[in-house]
């Protein structure tokens, strides 16, 4: 009977080891979402400038921005390691925003450098295309804010 319980307490004290290294490395991986976030999101918010300003964007500027998205979505992406799934859902759609945001850019830079030669204006829609996706990510990574701390404060 001794020997039942000490291999019952062992097993419950392993099961809490588990569950508190999963809440600490769950912690970690939202933590550097976050992280990712905020350098990306500064450089979004300095590219979208230059867009606004109608500086077409060399490739050096567009590989360091690219640099910077690819951390946000791997970061993003090591959420489907930990779970729960709430978390990993809405770190994918942060994901998925972010990236959106991306092409979104990269697609109005292509196209103001087709007319750098022209005087006319910024045409409004593209600089309303990139205000939607800044706002739709901005969603998402407030939904992700929301999601992780309710996950990581419940236990």
Known sequence: MNAAAVRAQVRDQAALAHQQWTRQERQKA????????????????????QLEARTVLDEASLQSYAASSINLIAACSHLALLGPDAVQAAGGELRRSAERF???????NEELAELAEQPDEMPAEWLESLAEDGQAMKVAYLE????????????
Request: charged share 20%; aromatic share 10%; hydrophobic share 50%.
């Open 30 to 49: 939202c933590v550097q979402v976050m992280d990712m976030y905020a350098a990306f999101n500064a450089e979004s918010v300095r590219r979208r400038e």
């Open 144 to 155: 992700f804010m929301r999601v992780s701390q309710s996950v990581l404060l419940s236990g």
């Open 102 to 108: 991306v092409g979104t850019l990269r697609w109005v």
